[in-house]
């Protein structure tokens, strides 16, 4: 298993280093030359056929020859020479590798070919391999640095993860300077079984590490990075520093979703949606990483901004506008309090200019003031050198302030020498100071950026406006009819027709073969009506003149139908046409787009925004991952400029926003329940304060898909609810009641069954008293990865009203071998069976989930606990207070 893999790779006693060598122009010699002047305590076996000694130590023919066990092999040879050295440490019994050498993936065909080679071996004989083309990794607190770098790292919490090893060793010069100090730092290269997600997981649990730092060029396996950094998010703050912003995701677009969502909107999406932060630079990477250790997340962006001067003050004011902050504004008692404290021609607003001649006490009672007030959520000192302000003393008084400060405190003092004494001691505080203003303000946005993300990964959804039905296999006919026929693009009406199906409203429309038929159609829907051209050739009617609005009589409907098919036949003569088609004109205030396109990396990306012609023009979208909830609808919803119009600017009416965030729920589960779309338009929808409608679709069809069916929702990178794990079951008392898993939106439900718990109930399942039962508490239980837990709770509707009787939980470890169980059953709801049915079925869920394991931590006294284990079969041993439950499932 990976996990047990990198706790060899990170803790060796014993390294042999294939390759070493005593000239200093190769690899095998900076590796040993880190390996013995960073102190490692361990032993260390060199392997040089062409050497007697490698730095004074006996070198070694072969990996074979070698006397002892090794735990980990450093491999720094050509790349041709790997394969054969990576099966004699299989052999060995050697199961941790780096692989230092270049030459594979990146050097075309052959590499390629070596790459899976190696990959074959290393399954094979179960070895973990960090590489190959990497820089190797440091663990300072071992005194381990089995890299080729000029320098080490220094102690630190930060965990380093780098696709670039050229960047690594940059970093590690750079972090020597600004003492910056590392748990690990790894180069992870060309992953070829360890990646990004296996070292998220690693790290996260790793209690010297507090915070995880990626630079990243691409990524594999998005579902299981997604779900290793929502699973830590929480606890530790994850900074991504991702390179390439490609648009390839714009390239041959077929729709305007295509073009509207290209790579890295979605990997901006992607980040926001797991609880990251992604910044642009490297010293971001590591302000912010200092920030987030050193500081309270602020609850809102405003900022108030002390100075002693007024230029840098604009400046901060400027940058911290520009890039989505608030100046906070100061509440009349603080303005009154800074009015007696400071002289008369100070600022009079934020930010607070204390004047060129500020003393240290006057920057003291200035920024004690400012914080007190409820408005500001951040306060950022700015210091120029003047005559009567002394660096220093100012220094002091912050850091004064800080140790008795619940908000967040940066710094900026300008200068180099009149102001480094100063500037060190705020850097030994551990309070964040800046060279500028600009990177100040950055800072504080990308701290408040991360809270944000943070935020609204665990905000409790409301509930849907209520429960639709769709219909998946009336869609599935139609693509199974377009398919018959060989046609990767859906009809207008085929499209809209797919979208009604997911209960999304479309007008009533009606095809038409000929002119007469046309004006027929039109008179029976009442004028105006608008026509258009029906062809699975033709994506945008507009640009081939087959669209005609606002037709108020036959005659004009006759002419239309023969305008349009004219026209369409003009500008694309080969073009399948199947008619025209006759629909209501709607006239609504507001036209909206929402897509979909299928993404190489995250699978299907949701667009939303301002719609209409110019919808590339104003380019108002968002970007978003399914499945989707209604909080992270509105979520979409609120991202983008044409918002403030749809909630009533200036006194106009507003839409019903609910409707919306419906609608991209209900559009979120087509995407879902159907891999075989590979793009998808409604462009617009029209909405005012009456009501929605799709006006126009578009849907495309991926023919890898259709032609080779996937397992269900194995194209998405977020696990979605699991439905099929819901059933129905009775009770003793005869009771019918719903097992189901767990939503976000139960959160109300959970936290009233807590209140049906006893102090022993408490006990028996938390193996304490539960004193206060917060949305922090609950959002851990009801807000989960369905791909590494589940929880299924037993639900009863009484009287109209839902409730929960029960819950039973599975955790399992990341790679889905073992799992830890729960469960715990409400009062007045115990000695009904309902134990024993919930047992049942996790155990049963758990089977299907193909785990190997499981287990459960059970107290001496829970004697029902026990005797429904052991009738079930599991193991039982005491280990200290507590009973170990076990059971081999497979």
Known sequence: MIRNGLKRLFNPTTIAVIGASNKKEHTGYAIMKNLIYDGFQGRIYPVNPNAESVFGSKSYKSIDDVPEQVDLAVIALPAAMVPDVLESCGKKNIHSAIIISSGFKESGTNGETLFDKIGQIAKTHDITVLGPNCLGFIRPTKSLNITFANKTARPGGIAFISQSGALGTAVLDWSVKQHVGFSYFVSVGEMLNVGFHDLIDYFGSDPETSSILLYMESLDNARKFL???????????????????????????????????????????????????????IGELFDCAEVLATQRRPTGNKLAIVTNAGGPGVIATDFLMENSGELAQLSKDTMSALDAKLPSAWSHGNPVDVLGDADALRYKQTIETVLHDPSVDAVLTLLTPQAMTHPTSVAKEIIDIAAGNQKTILTSFLGEDDVLEGKNLLMKAH?????????????????????????????TPATTPHAFTPKTELNREIIKHAVSEERYVLTELEAKQMLANYDMPIPLSFLSTSRDDAAEKAASLGFSVAMKIISPNILHKIDVGGVILNIRSKDEAKTAYDTIINSAKTHTPSAEITGVLVEPMYAKKYELFIGCKKDRIFGPAIVFGMGGIAVELYNDVTVGLPPLNMALAMRMITKTKIYKLLSGFRGAPGVDISEIQFLLYKFSYLVMDFPEIKEIDINPFGIDEKGGMVLDAKIILDEAIVHSPIRPYSHLVISPYPSKYIKQVTLKSGGDITLRPIRPEDEPMEAEMFTHFSEETQRFRFFTRIKDITHQLLIRYTQIDYDREIAIIAEENHLGKKQMLGVTRLIADPYGQDAEFAIVIADPWQHEGLGSLLMDYILEIAKDRRIQKIYAYVLPDNEKMLAMMKKRNFTIRKSEDNMIAELKLF
Request: net charge positive.
């Open 227 to 281: 779900s290793a950094t929502r699973a830590y998010a929480r606890t530790k703050p994850i900074i991504a520093l991702k390179a390439g912003k490609s648009q390839e995701g714009a390239r041959a677009a077929h729709s305007h979703t295509g073009s509207l969502a290209g790579n890295d909107e979605i990997f901006n999406a992607a980040f926001a949606r797991a609880g990251m932060l992604r910044v642009n630079t």
């Open 431 to 459: 309070i964040p100071t800046y060279e500028t203003p600009e990177k100040a303000i950055q800072s504080f946005i990308n701290l408040y950026t991360y809270a944000k993300n943070v935020e609204l990964l665990y905000e």
